[in-house]
């Protein structure tokens, strides 16, 4: 009999929790610490201390962290960001949303994560900042793009969103580039119970320039130094995000077995190309991402079984509508656009079970041999 796998159970991480974060709550009911307070305080010791970096500032989300982290380092209008064409939007939006560009360049295609040599051919007199993308949990090739940062003064920025808890060959992400901005978005493997987000530095004035901009531009009530925006960390969230940080590591370990047996598991399916680790990583997988023909009809089949699955992501960035007057041409970045048409996202997240993932085998071997004939 055929059981159904949901493409993520949140559920069953909110159960781990429920009793702590509840009891925690309605002691904030009674203290009426809602913004900022003591939980957020301590959350953003803890990680910093998970991290390994100094400073961590708390935000709304992890679109806003991106901004934010931008701003504090002085990237502005006309200023231009170098990033990969396969991430999500918000990588781009957020310099967008100052007045920057974002400028595109292709990834490798064992790995999907940002080409350092790409990067390099794309710096102008123009370029403030590179933002290598940690994609699909694995870190990117930060240990070869700083030399390169360097060599022409700009700033690395890290979109850790997807990587909480990964390590590769320099260092934990987050902890890498100058600053990093991350989301704990609830999918994430560190997920807050809404949207929240933070930015991380080992550089005091790039996280006080943060904080001041997340709190309208203030470090003292009601004096204004700048104009900012409202992006603070709620202290609701905080409560959930260091009940679920001090599960992290184990979560993770568990994703990496999933992992190991979707590997056994899908060895002998042919048409599905699986997922290889960069050397010198230890990945996180917060996504497991194959690649196959025909992906449509796969999903459709996939569906039909009652399999969850996802795309991450069905466009690459430049080609989408959002991004279309910047005149990027159609095969400009040949192996994100490729990626883009066959990545399939299959069920991941720790509670995930060996029979829920002979179910997703079974399933993926059965529609992948039918849409081959």
Not at 93 to 122: C, M, N, Q, W, Y
Not at 353 to 366: F, Y
Request: net charge negative; hydrophobic share 45%.
């Amino acid at each position: 009999m055929s059981i159904s796998v949901p493409f993520l159970d949140l559920a069953a991480q909110q159960a781990e929790i429920a009793d702590e974060v509840l009891a925690v709550w309605r002691e904030q009911l009674t203290s009426s610490s809602f913004i900022g307070g003591p939980e957020v305080g301590a959350f953003e010791s803890e990680y910093a201390g998970y991290i390994g970096v100094d400073h961590v500032v708390g935000v709304s989300n992890g679109t806003d962290a991106l901004e934010l982290a931008y701003r504090a380092i002085g990237v502005g209008p006309g200023d231009e960001v170098i990033m990969p064409a396969n991430t999500f939007i918000a990588t781009a939006e957020a310099t967008s949303r100052i007045g920057a560009v974002p400028v595109f360049v292709d990834v490798d295609d064992e790995h999907l994560l940002i080409d350092p040599d790409a990067v390099e051919a794309a710096i102008t007199s123009r370029t403030r900042a590179i933002t290598p993308v940690h994609l699909f949990g694995q870190t990117a090739p930060v240990e070869r793009i700083r030399p390169i940062a360097q060599r022409y003064g700009l700033d690395v920025v890290e979109d850790a969103a997807q990587s909480q808890g990964a390590v590769g060959p320099a260092g934990r992400a987050g902890a890498l580039g100058d600053v990093a901005a991350t989301s704990f978005y609830p999918g994430k493997n560190l997920g807050a119970a809404g949207d929240a987000g933070a930015v991380m530095t080992d550089d005091a004035q790039i996280a006080a320039r943060v904080r001041n901009l997340a709190a309208h531009g203030s470090s003292v009530k009601y004096v204004h130094d700048c104009v900012g925006m409202n992006a603070r960390l709620d202290a609701v969230q905080a409560v959930v995000l260091r009940a679920k940080l001090r599960r992290l590591e184990a979560w993770n370990a568990a994703r990496r077995a999933a992992a190991a047996r979707y590997a056994a598991l899908l060895a002998d399916v042919p048409g599905v190309r699986v997922p290889v680790v960069r050397a010198g990583n230890d990945d996180v997988w917060h996504l497991y991402v194959v690649r196959v023909e025909n992906r449509a009809g796969v999903i459709d089949g996939l569906r039909t079984a009652g399999i969850g699955v996802g795309i991450h992501y069905p466009t690459a960035v430049p080609r989408s509508a959002a991004y279309a007057r910047l005149g990027y041409r159609p095969g400009q970045f040949p192996i994100a656009e490729a990626a883009a048409r066959r990545i399939l996202s299959l069920p991941m997240y720790p509670h995930l079970t060996e029979v829920q993932q002979a179910a997703v085998r079974d399933a993926l071997a059965a529609v992948v041999d039918g849409g081959s004939e």
